[in-house]
């Protein structure tokens, strides 16, 4: 069964750090594109980063550059999310996602809606306390 699990999310007081994981499984997803999301309570999911498939490029959404940092391991067929400076409006579940195409990259508006993606991870929930 084609899977990814979410994990690494928690708890945690503003200015700290977390790392999340998606751990994939089933298939490879090293030849797909990944992204973040994050969904606030009441809120449509949001665009928080994503990786080419090759690993080479990232993009990130305004309020999380410089801080959040995005990467994958494809030997382990994992991505990450270092989540560093963490701010409470950072509070939300954290859902990974894989491109619907295969060898896909560009241009980047593509890769910003949760339309964009096809297989999702269960989420994990990350709070920032102030």
């Known amino acids: 069964q084609e899977q990814l699990v979410d994990s690494g999310g928690g708890l945690v007081q503003a200015g700290g750090s977390l790392r999340l994981s998606c751990a994939a499984s089933?298939?490879?997803?090293?030849?797909?594109?990944m992204g973040w999301f994050r969904q606030a309570p009441g809120k449509p999911k949001e665009f928080v980063a994503v990786?080419?498939?090759?690993?080479?490029?990232?993009h990130y959404a305004d309020p999380v550059k410089g801080r959040f940092a995005i990467s994958r391991d494809n030997a382990k067929n994992t991505v990450y999310l270092q989540m560093n400076s963490l701010k409470p409006e950072d509070t939300g579940a954290y859902y990974c996602?894989?491109?619907?195409?295969?060898?896909?990259?560009?241009?980047?508006?593509?890769?910003?809606?949760?339309?964009?993606?096809?297989?999702w991870g269960q989420g994990t929930q990350v709070t920032v306390s102030s």
């Open positions: 996602a894989a491109d619907k195409f295969d060898r896909r990259w560009g241009p980047l508006t593509g890769f910003l809606s949760p339309g964009a993606y096809n297989y």
């Open positions: 089933g298939r490879t997803f090293s030849n797909k594109a």
């Open positions: 990786i080419s498939y090759t690993g080479d490029t990232t």
